[in-house]
């Protein structure tokens, strides 16, 4: 219970934080990526699932700084998981070649979350979760922004080892 208080307020006060701190630059966005979840079985057994993973987020960014509350889904044979982050990114640098205003920007980041995971006979458990993540993102108009990026995350579920993927995103800019 302890747990679940304190990602609540982590999130709440990150929230508010982006919107007092970032409020000219608000995003809405999609992503799907390919993850693998590598969880042990109820007989002791590695296993490694691969499929697809579809997230909605929400967040704020400056010229330096991203702050994003994300909720993603997974679901493969029987495992599956669902996640909710907050994910704090900074912008390595803006390129130097800009042409018909495309912006580069590298980020690298870290998040924390809680995940709700299911496995192969339908067994519950929810559990903190938190890891790292970088990529690039390339404005291409004023309004979209689109990013491609890996995401490494570790649980304090006993059965889940790590979550791990590539991640496609498009970012509605308001």
Do not use: C
């Not at 912008?91 to 192969?120: C, M, Q, R």
């Amino acid at each position: 219970m302890f747990n679940k208080l304190l990602l609540i307020t982590i999130l709440l006060s990150g929230s508010i934080y982006a919107k007092d701190s970032f409020s000219s630059e608000r995003f809405l966005g999609i992503e799907a990526g390919y993850s693998t979840i590598k969880s042990t079985s109820i007989i002791e057994k590695s296993t490694k699932q691969k499929g697809v993973e579809f997230g909605f987020r929400l967040g704020a960014k400056n010229e330096k700084w991203r702050t994003t509350i994300s909720a993603h889904y997974f679901d493969k044979k029987g495992q599956s998981y669902l996640k909710s982050m907050l994910q704090f990114d900074r912008f390595v640098w803006s390129s130097l070649y800009e042409t018909d205003n495309i912006i580069f920007k590298p980020y690298i980041g870290a998040h924390v979350g809680w995940v709700n995971y299911t496995n192969e006979i339908n067994q519950a458990t929810d559990g903190f979760i938190y890891g790292g993540q970088a990529g690039i993102t390339w404005n291409v108009i004023q309004e979209i922004d689109f990013e491609f990026g890996y995401r490494y995350s570790i649980s304090d579920i006993s059965r889940v080892n790590d979550i791990s993927g590539f991640v496609f995103g498009i970012n509605y800019l308001y």
